[in-house]
């Protein structure tokens, strides 16, 4: 498990590592106006990449999708690494977040044959944890990396961790693939056909991406606003082209009348999006406390720490009915701890109110952290078909990129909301994603109505062989 979770992990870190990096990078390379466009090249390249973690897995096995995946990566990070210029660390980052993407899109994919169906939750728990543990890993990393003077170190070692990851595959997935039970494919988790690509949902998906990437980079409120309506329409019509065609990202069952799997998806989506805070608690805590940028960075990081704690206890779960409480009780925890934050926020604020943030967000990020194992679960029990199976666990990984880069354009706007005061931008941005936010509960009670299989069943396929 440590290598699919590697690979969780370097693409997770990846997606903050730079923003703490950037700096420095443009004070040596200049090109200052595409500051931004290292973020939105990433999480668009990841998002795009994690679709095809299903057709990789089909096509080459798990040895070998996760060979490219690793090499990906390396060669994208060395690549930053060397780059003379900021048009070559774009088009690097881009590389870089490929690799991230079939990475993290074959950590839940490799689960449904890695581990039998009981260890399921606690698999899905170590793969969301990374993102958790990433996103607390890659400022830290990046700051101490800036705190020297140095960025091209910084991706470099990420290089090398990728190359060693990348060395063990062989050793460590050749067994799984070679027990994969025969239903999986002749050659282990290499199905017989070779699925063709869906290129119609992917330009879509690709062009909601990036529409909702871009609009958290402007700064003007009406052009967020009409990015984010565009990449609305874009996402309404993925969708509608998903349900009418025969080459599909997701699952049939996800457009299926009666099915709880969009429900599903929808829930993890809610709870991604909670994530977004992450990316401006930091300016809150420097702006309204005057937090050193070190300190605030780790304020910042409570939601990732309670969210990758709390699936430790989460993932030990097996029962049916608690398991859907948690599913509602996540989206309710993380929409109160958010508002609460949001109550919290003053001007000049106080040392001892600050501390009080701590123990807050820590309880926004275990809302996450209690529901996203047994979501994750859910989906990857929606099936039995072996290539249908792969669609939904990677689709897992593509629903979590995405729904964060969306959060992060919903918080920009709210930002340019407070003008010029940034009490009014804290408190727009973290009552806004607390109502988002809150809508997860009533995705995850209608996914619990709407699966009778998994409310009635969850208990005995907890302890039920592969």
Same mark, same amino acid.
């Not at 070692?157 to 494919?185: E, I, K, N, S, T």
């Given at each position: 498990? %440590? ?9 997770? %870190?990846? %997606?903050?590592?730079?923003a ?7 004070a040596?390379?200049?090109?200052a106006?595409?500051?931004a ?25 798990? !040895?070998?999708?996760?060979l490219l995946?690793?090499?990906?990566f390396a060669a994208?990070? =060395?690549a930053?690494?060397?780059s ?5 660390l774009l ?5 870089q977040?490929?690799g991230?993407g ?8 490799v689960?449904?044959? *890695? ?7 606690r698999?899905?728990?170590?793969m969301s ?12 990393l ?6 020297l003077?140095?960025?091209r170190?910084a991706?470099?070692v ?5 190359? !060693?990851?990348g060395?063990f595959?062989?050793?460590? =997935?050749a ?13 282990g ?10 290129v119609v ?7 909601a ?9 402007? *700064? ?15 996402a309404a ?7 009418? &065609?025969?080459?599909r990202?997701f699952?049939?069952?996800t457009?299926?009348?009666? &099915? ?8 993890l ?10 990316s401006?608690?930091p ?7 005057g937090?050193a ?6 304020f910042?990081?409570?939601?990732s720490l309670?969210?990758?704690l ?25 929409a ?5 934050? /949001? ?6 604020t106080?040392?001892w ?6 123990p ?7 809302? %996450?952290?209690?529901a ?8 990857l029990?929606s099936?039995?078909d072996?290539?249908?199976?792969r669609?939904? *666990? ?7 990129s995405?729904?964060?880069a969306?959060?992060? *354009?919903?918080? /920009? ?11 009014? &931008? ?33 208990d005995?396929?907890?302890t039920?062989?592969?």
């Amino acid at each position: 498990m %440590i290598v699919p979770a590697g690979g969780v992990l370097v693409g997770a %870190i990846n %997606i903050y590592l730079a923003a703490s990096l950037l700096p420095t990078a443009v004070a040596e390379l200049g090109g200052a106006g595409f500051y931004a466009w290292n973020m939105t090249i990433y999480l668009v390249a990841m998002v795009v990449a994690t679709m095809l973690a299903g057709r990789f897995l089909s096509r080459w096995g798990s !040895v070998g999708a996760y060979l490219l995946g690793f090499a990906v990566f390396a060669a994208g990070s =060395l690549a930053c690494a060397l780059s003379p210029a900021m048009a070559v660390l774009l088009v690097s980052r881009g590389v870089q977040g490929l690799g991230a993407g079939l990475l993290s899109g074959l950590g839940f994919a490799v689960i449904r044959s *890695a581990l039998p169906p009981r260890l399921w939750t606690r698999g899905t728990a170590l793969m969301s944890a990374m993102y958790g543990a990433g996103n607390f890993a890659g400022p830290a990393l990046g700051g101490l990396f800036a705190q020297l003077g140095s960025w091209r170190p910084a991706f470099a070692v990420m290089a090398a961790f990728a190359a !060693v990851c990348g060395a063990f595959v062989p050793r460590v =997935l050749a067994p799984v693939a070679a027990r994969v039970p025969p239903r999986d494919g002749p050659r282990g988790e290499r199905g017989g056909l070779r699925p063709p690509v869906p290129v119609v949902s992917l330009l879509l998906v690709t062009a909601a991406a990036g529409a909702v990437s871009v609009a958290g980079v402007l *700064a003007g409120l009406l052009a967020k606003a009409a990015l984010i309506g565009a990449a609305l329409l874009l996402a309404a019509g993925f969708v509608i082209h998903e349900r009418r &065609s025969e080459l599909r990202v997701f699952p049939r069952a996800t457009y299926r009348r009666g &099915s709880s799997l969009k429900w599903v998806y929808l829930t993890l989506g809610l709870l991604a999006c909670g994530v977004a805070a992450e990316s401006f608690l930091p300016l809150f805590g420097q702006r309204l406390a005057g937090l050193a940028p070190l300190v605030a960075g780790f304020f910042a990081a409570a939601i990732s720490l309670g969210w990758s704690l709390t699936q430790i206890a989460s993932s030990s779960v097996t029962g049916g009915r608690a398991a859907r409480r948690l599913r509602v009780l996540g989206p309710v925890l993380l929409a109160a701890g958010l508002f609460v934050q /949001g109550l919290l926020q003053r001007q000049e604020t106080p040392l001892w109110l600050v501390a009080v943030w701590v123990p807050v967000l820590f309880v926004a990020g275990a809302g %996450i952290g209690l529901a996203y194992p047994h979501l994750s679960v859910a989906a990857l029990s929606s099936t039995r078909d072996p290539e249908e199976g792969r669609r939904a *666990a990677a689709g897992i990984a593509t629903v979590t990129s995405l729904s964060i880069a969306f959060g992060t *354009a919903v918080a /920009g706007a709210l930002v340019n909301l407070g003008g010029g005061s940034m009490l009014d &931008s804290a408190r727009y941005v973290l009552f806004g994603l607390a109502l988002l936010c809150a809508f997860g509960a009533l995705t995850a009670h209608a996914a619990n109505r709407t699966d009778p299989a998994f409310a009635a069943g969850r208990d005995s396929r907890s302890t039920s062989s592969p």
